[in-house]
């Protein structure tokens, strides 16, 4: 995917694992899936025919539609900063 990149949802399908979301480039049709939790997918209204946009930076890239962020798929860098730790007061 390059920066900017213009992709459409062309299936939406619920799985035990979450949602998985099929996006097409309209200008080869290259396909991508992407697999949403249950929680990510919760609040996003994401059906067939909506556009979404991939925005590429240096951690990764980032997928949002309607103007919201979808999902972050980090790449190298991105994943060599992310980590996870409990917070407690």
Excluded: H, K
Aim: hydrophobic share 55%; charged share 10%.
């Amino acid at each position: 995917l390059s920066a900017g990149a213009m992709l459409t949802v062309v299936a939406v399908e619920a799985s035990a694992i979450g949602t998985v979301c099929v996006l097409e480039r309209a200008s080869d049709g290259a396909r991508a899936s992407v697999t949403l939790s249950a929680q990510a997918a919760g609040g996003l209204s994401v059906a067939a025919g909506t556009a979404v946009v991939v925005t590429a930076f240096s951690a990764g890239w980032v997928l949002s539609a309607a103007g919201r962020a979808v999902a972050y798929i980090p790449n190298e860098i991105g994943a060599a900063l992310l980590y996870n730790e409990r917070v407690t007061r």
